[in-house]
């Protein structure tokens, strides 16, 4: 008669499973170790603690994206373009940077100031110089999918680095119980060893 804890060797896509299943912490298997249902039950917390992280990286980066996203729109927002005019011949910063000094009006105050240019430019362009709330020069507005960019990012860094910390901790774990183990068995080959060792003297 085949009892539950008869052992069969399974191949195939479902064998991982099947051995998960087979070495269950609670299974009242007398084979089983308390080393091995040790084992069985982090690894179990370690799947857990994977499935977990999926809604929480998710949760981290809609919420990376909300705050991404307001923080761009009121940026944006305090931004406003001028027409400016080179006044200055462009110097060359590096061998792909111009920078040239450009004057412009704004509610009829002047304004100047040094930016990059194109390659092609040169005194009297026109160019459009995007001004901060403070009246400096400033970057231009950020389109909107740079949030989205920000959220998936956070997501993807949240949930990769909880895979691979609980990865990392799971096989030093496994590489100690197995050294642990390892050491059983040897303390139990040398228990055995010793009385027949002492028979034949």
Do not use: C
């Not at 927002?77 to 704004?106: F, G, Y």
């Not at 999918?145 to 993807?156: D, H, L, P, S």
């Amino acid at each position: 008669m085949l009892s539950e804890d008869s052992v069969f060797p399974v191949r195939g896509a479902w064998s991982p499973l099947l051995r998960v299943w087979w070495l269950r912490p609670w299974r009242p298997n007398p084979l089983l170790r308390p080393l091995d249902r040790i084992e069985a039950v982090l690894r179990i917390i370690v799947v857990v603690a994977v499935l977990v992280a999926i809604p929480v990286a998710g949760t981290l980066g809609t919420t990376a994206y909300t705050g991404a996203a307001a923080r761009i729109r009121t940026e944006n927002a305090a931004k406003s373009a001028v027409s400016a005019v080179i006044t200055e011949e462009p110097q060359r910063m590096s061998s792909h940077l111009l920078e040239a000094r450009v004057q412009w009006l704004r509610d009829g105050r002047p304004g100047t100031a040094t930016v990059r240019v194109r390659g092609s430019a040169a005194i009297g362009d026109h160019l459009t110089v995007w001004l901060g709330p403070d009246g400096a020069p400033t970057g231009p507005p950020q389109p909107s999918n740079v949030a989205a960019m920000t959220g998936i990012g956070v997501g993807v860094v949240v949930l990769n680095g909880t895979w691979v910390v609980a990865w990392l901790l799971l096989q030093g774990t496994v590489w100690l119980l197995e050294r642990r183990r390892q050491m059983q068995w040897d303390q139990q080959w040398r228990n055995l060893n010793r009385p027949i060792t002492e028979d034949r003297q």
